[in-house]
């Protein structure tokens, strides 16, 4: 049987550890109990079975259920990808599209979507406008999720 390969379909919280007392406190980090580890910039955080070690400039990540662990800073990097920043009209667009408040006849699905702003004035047009330009963006939003960046420029 031949091996498959996988994508991780969930986005995850994330932000790079950078040492201060408000990330200490609220992810419950203390240095190493290893004097030397410590000196070096060495920290613990608990995880599901038990304490693992990591420096600043690693990733403190947080899953589905809540839980923390932390992700070597060249390991993120190569593994993670921030989800696209679209403006909050598209994004109002997005979410209108896949409730189904649109009067498309076809299933809707990101072509659908874009060909329904585009051909059968579903959106308005700084949607339309904004999608022809980032249709990328567009389609990793509609799959991947996406955050709002309200000031990104529209066109």
């Known amino acids: 049987m031949a091996n498959k390969e996988y994508l991780k379909t969930t986005p995850i919280k994330a932000e790079q550890f950078d040492g201060s007392s408000e990330m200490l406190k609220k992810y419950k980090i203390e240095p190493s109990k290893d004097r030397y580890l410590a000196k070096i910039g060495w920290y613990l955080i608990k995880a599901r079975r038990d304490k693992i070690s ?4 690693d990733y403190i990540t947080t899953d589905i259920e809540g839980e923390h662990w932390p992700i070597k800073k060249e390991i993120f ?4 990808e921030e989800l696209p920043a679209i403006p909050k009209h598209v994004a109002e667009y997005i979410e209108a599209a896949k409730n189904g408040e649109t009067d498309l006849d076809e299933p809707v699905n990101v072509w659908g979507a874009m060909e329904g702003a585009a051909y059968f004035d579903q959106s308005d047009s700084t949607v339309t406008n904004w999608f022809s330009t980032h249709g ?3 389609a990793r939003a509609w799959l991947d999720g996406y955050r709002i960046e309200e000031d990104k420029d529209v066109s």
């Open 54 to 57: 990591f420096k600043i400039g």
């Open 77 to 80: 990097e190569r593994t993670y």
């Open 136 to 138: 990328n963006e567009f």
